[in-house]
């Protein structure tokens, strides 16, 4: 039988929504938690069950197949569920999704609602949107996070996130593209990455790709790639202030990056959903690099900056001056995707992106933002005085916990079993992962303190 | 993407609608083209989103991410209102942001290996995305078709449902009904034998059932309703038209967990991952909506609007009769497709543009089988449909 975790013929809703209730799908009694590594299950051929069943004769995309197990979230979210099964009075906490848990201010969801009651009017009634997005609201974030960077709002796409975004232009890039991305990485560009089909067969013993170029970021390094040691790709995924380290890049290191993707022709695709949790002079685009414009695309989203993670609502900017090496203009592209695989983010979210980015949106954003850090702080203090090694947390809603020398799932089982606190294991990230916990700092302020007890009797 | 040709159909009518206004300013066009919806929706139904929206901002009501899924509760309102006493479960529907995107997923899912079939002619996302995935060769201009598509013409003569015994085997095949362009609804012998065709030749079926709600007689409203569907058929559908959601965003996919591969691996759990791992799930606020919607009050509300829009259908289909024009669909479907025998549809959609300020769309635009069919939607207030219609009448008699 093939055997992924989980493996009912259905598939387990895997939600956020548990937060804190004993009303969960309980489609899955016996799940066990694995011993280690044994999460990294395979995907059997098998022929039918019955001689009977039909099978259609169409082959399986090998793509697919090349994946090693579930996505990284889902997998996450079904341990938890597990957890809380077996432990049914346990209190979990959840630090280990980073899943907004603040209500959303009245501001924007007042935005929100007015166009939703609008929709029931004659005069406010509207359908199709324009798949690159709402003017009104192309405009106001290209005012508001390019204004003095010359971009303009013809160079903003809004959508329904950046997850989908990645994967719309992986469709838009190909599968004869070969890319490069930090190692740890946010996994959605590693895995649309082989879906695409870009990549080779897995590695178990290095636990990569083949034909995908790591680029190792760890404490040695200063979590910034050695450039000098990295080979040549077409596409190069970066993401700064990064998930799951929190290192945010420094202006010097991005003018390092943009030389190299403009000396190897190299498209940068840049993911700066976190940038509103700098805190320092880091730059919070990467088109504040002089000569960024011909090498890059950048990707954002609304998601930790408003809590619209439910609401759906994110942008890429595809700038005009970025060229194929044939000199066709990549935007062009990225239009005829957005329009042909998809059809504009929800109307109502849009309206929800136009409040947020008032004077008394941004503010109310802000203030939303400054509690996560704040949480943020809480957290890194706390590793740091139980003598941990800590890292990420200043610009970023992500502290990144060494454990040297420790498979980083048994620290993640260790802690889950004995503070009943969910995280996430650094090797879900990438192999070099390994060795570290991501804590997120999304959950309220009363969550975060108790959580931060239970790590302190644990590792006191 | 560079096989593709020129810009994706409906913004091409949409430029070509603002070029026309510029045009003319002062002449209102009357835009019958690009099937987009134009009535209120139902109170009902926004009054959830927007109560949806304010919870939001308590901390009762806050909620993040959702199941890449959907919401349970959704996905067993459509299970059960939608599906009723089909056997659908809720675990085999995956809620999105809409069918267009459902079409590219399910693309990715398949990847590049696989062929496809569509109907001739056809809504234009599913061939658009064929290409852009790398499943097919070039474009001929001689034929008007793409290497590698199998396409099964539709035409009054065979009934505007494909000849499967002159129908080549292809791993998928996209068929939908009611269809966009011809209006026309399978009747259940055809789907049957469709169904017989695709377990025959090991195909999957990929029914689009976007206009399920416009069926007025007893065509079926979803492939699942012929026995032995389940093993070859995928289904999508869609809020847009059936609740005015077109932008709000909401639709929604059926992967059965009795298809498989041909290795035996089934299908929903690819999609599954590709859900989880390229989407992350509708909007919360439009789910929603779409759980008001599938409320008895929400389906009576929608279903009213549904009937608006039916009742123009007939009124543009009669008009066009009364013109001696041959027309199709119209009576399970909101298009009505008309037959100009012996003249380009391009130049019929610019003399009705330029001669009646009317936006209709020129049926090669949906394939090559759809030349010499102008596309008329039957979205519209009903005051512009009976202006349209007086117009027609006084160009056309």
């Not at chain 1, 695309?297 to 998601?303: A, D, L, R, Y």
């Not at chain 1, 704040?374 to 706390?382: F, H, L, V």
Request: proline share 5%; net charge negative.
């Amino acid at each position: 039988m093939y055997s992924l975790m989980s493996s009912s013929p259905s598939i387990s809703s895997s939600s956020s929504s548990f937060l804190g209730q004993t009303h969960f799908d309980s489609r899955n009694p016996n799940a066990r938690l694995p011993t280690k590594d044994s999460w990294i299950c395979k995907c059997v051929a098998t022929p039918p069950t019955e001689t009977t069943a039909h099978t259609t004769k169409v082959s399986r995309n090998a793509n697919m197949a090349k994946l090693q197990a579930g996505y990284l979230f889902p997998e996450i979210a079904r341990r938890r569920s597990a957890h809380m099964l077996k432990y049914p009075d346990g209190q979990v906490i959840s630090l280990g999704i980073g899943d907004t848990t603040e209500p959303i201010p009245e501001v924007i969801t007042f935005g929100m609602a007015k166009k939703a009651h609008a929709l029931s009017t004659l005069e406010g009634y509207s359908g199709y949107g324009a798949e690159q997005g709402e003017k009104q609201l192309r405009a106001a974030i290209a005012s508001t996070y390019y204004g003095d960077l010359s971009l303009e709002e013809s160079d903003i796409f809004v959508s329904d996130g950046a997850k989908s975004d990645i994967s719309r232009l992986q469709v838009m890039f190909g599968s004869n593209v070969t890319m490069a991305v930090q190692d740890p990485s946010y996994p959605a560009y590693v895995d649309s990455s082989v879906i695409l089909g870009q990549t080779g067969q897995f590695q178990k013993d290095v636990e990569k790709y083949r034909k995908i170029e790591y680029m190792k970021c760890n404490p040695e390094n200063g979590f910034f790639p050695d450039l000098s040691t990295v080979s040549r790709t077409d596409i190069i995924f970066f993401c700064s202030p990064n998930n799951p380290t929190g290192n945010a890049a420094t202006r010097e290191q991005l003018t390092r990056l943009v030389q190299f993707a403009k000396d190897n022709g190299s498209i940068l695709v840049y993911d700066s959903a976190y940038a509103m949790y700098i805190s320092d002079d880091s730059p919070r685009s990467i088109f504040e690099i002089p000569g960024a414009k011909e090498v890059a695309i950048e990707v954002s989203s609304f998601s930790k900056y408003a809590g619209f993670t439910g609401v759906r609502l994110g942008w890429t900017v595809v700038p005009k001056e970025l060229l194929y090496s044939d000199g066709f203009p990549v935007a062009k592209d990225f239009n005829r995707i957005v329009c042909t695989t998809f059809n504009g983010a929800s109307n109502i979210s849009q309206a929800g992106g136009l409040a947020c980015l008032s004077p008394e949106g941004l503010e109310a954003m802000h203030k939303v933002v400054g509690f996560y850090q704040e949480n943020t702080n809480i957290i890194m203090e706390t590793f740091t005085s139980l003598g941990f090694s800590v890292y990420g947390g200043k610009n970023a809603p992500y502290v990144w916990v060494h454990f040297p020398g420790q498979s980083s799932w048994d620290v993640f089982s260790e802690i889950l079993e004995k503070t009943h606190v969910v995280t996430t294991p650094g090797s879900g990230f990438g192999p070099a992962g390994d060795g570290f916990i991501r804590v997120s700092a999304f959950g309220h302020r009363g969550n975060v303190l108790e959580a931060c007890k239970r790590f302190k009797q644990l590792y006191k | 993407m560079e096989k593709l040709r020129n810009g994706y159909l409906f913004p091409e009518i949409a430029m070509r609608e603002l070029e026309h206004m510029k045009k003319y300013p002062t002449a209102k066009v009357i835009s019958l083209g690009i099937g987009d919806t134009t009535e209120p929706i139902p109170d009902v139904v926004t009054s959830s989103m927007a109560n949806h929206a304010r919870r939001l901002s308590t901390v009762e009501g806050y909620r993040g991410y959702g199941a890449e899924q959907g919401n349970k509760a959704l996905r067993k309102a459509i299970a059960e209102t939608l599906y009723g006493d089909l056997p659908i479960k809720d675990t085999e529907i995956f809620v999105s942001d809409g069918s267009q995107c459902d079409i590219s997923r399910l693309q990715l899912l398949l990847g590049s290996n696989v062929t496809i079939a569509v109907q001739d002619p056809t809504f234009p996302a599913y061939i658009d995305s064929s290409v852009i995935i790398g499943q097919t060769g070039d474009f001929q201009d001689e034929t008007g078709k793409y290497q590698n598509i199998e396409y099964m013409p539709c035409r009054p003569q065979n009934n505007f449902f494909p000849d499967l015994t002159t129908t080549a085997t292809t791993d998928v095949i996209f068929i939908c009904s009611p269809n966009n362009p011809t209006g026309h609804a399978a009747s259940r012998k055809q789907l049957e034998q469709l169904v017989e065709f695709a377990r025959a030749n090991g195909s999957i079926i990929i029914f689009d059932s976007a206009y399920a709600a416009y069926v007025t007689d007893d065509s079926p409203r979803s492939i699942f309703e012929i026995p032995g569907a389940r093993e070859v058929a995928i289904e999508i559908s869609s809020f847009s038209k059936f609740a005015g959601f077109t932008g709000v965003r909401l639709g929604w996919t059926v992967v059965p967990d009795e298809l498989l591969f041909s290795n035996g691996f089934p299908v929903i759990k690819d999609f599954n991952r590709i859900v989880c791992t390229c989407f992350n799930g509708a909007s919360s606020v439009a789910q929603a909506g779409g759980l008001a919607c599938l409320s008895s009050d929400g389906l009576m509300a929608v279903q009213s609007v549904v009937d608006y829009y039916k009742e123009n259908a007939k009124i543009l289909g009669d008009t066009f009769t009364s013109l001696g024009l041959d027309v199709y669909g119209g009576i399970n479907a909101p298009y009505a497709w008309v037959h100009f025998p012996g003249m380009k549809s391009w130049d019929v959609f610019t003399e009705l543009l330029e001669k009646t300020h009317i936006i209709t769309v020129p049926g090669c635009g949906f394939g090559p089988g759809g030349e010499e069919h102008i596309r008329v939607s039957a979205f519209g207030h009903r005051e512009c449909i009976l202006e349209a219609s007086r117009r027609l009448k006084s160009l056309l008699s």
